[in-house]
């Protein structure tokens, strides 16, 4: 991650300084450690290496850097916010895997990707209400893959 990445975020949160929660949504941008026990779970059900992923509501796209140096080809961010989208970007910029991830803005028209060849898509809908979580892991994954 680059400083300038940590800079943008912090620009970006700058109207929330001084609220309860800002050191955690801070964190949460730049710490991504809490990916890799999730992103750890999807072989299970998936293989990650060499696969093209999708992160709908993909923030600024943490869990799509986890994937790729967990051996995803590709990894795909949708984003409803440009801000977020932005960061998302900045993330990746320069970085090693700046060349396989592609980060859009969703304006609710017209859904992108449909024609890509995904080999799975993930949402993490943990910050819109925990209603949808079970949804969006049902949508996720298949039944688990048999070890015989």
């Known amino acids: 991650m680059t400083e300038a990445f940590k800079d943008a975020v912090i620009e970006y949160l700058r109207p929330y300084e001084g609220n309860f ?8 941008h730049i710490d ?9 779970e999807v072989p299970k059900y998936r293989a990650i290496s060499g696969s093209t992923v999708l992160s709908s509501g993909c ?11 967990m ?10 916010s ?4 932005d960061l998302a970007r900045l993330r990746f910029q320069g970085a090693q895997f700046e060349r396989r991830v592609e980060i859009v803005t ?22 819109t209400g925990a209603n949808n979580i079970p949804y969006c892991h049902s949508s996720i994954f298949p039944q688990p893959r048999s070890a015989t």
């Open 32 to 40: 991504i450690s809490r990916f890799y026990l999730w992103v750890g």
């Open 59 to 69: 923030g600024s796209a943490g869990d799509l850097q986890v994937f790729l140096e």
């Open 21 to 28: 929660n800002y050191e955690n949504m801070l964190r949460d």
């Open 71 to 80: 051996g995803a080809s590709k990894a795909h961010g949708i984003e409803v």
């Open 106 to 127: 969703y304006d609710g028209s017209i859904l992108p990707y449909v024609d890509v060849g995904l080999s799975f898509w993930i949402c993490r809908a943990d910050t």
């Open 82 to 85: 440009e801000g977020l989208a």
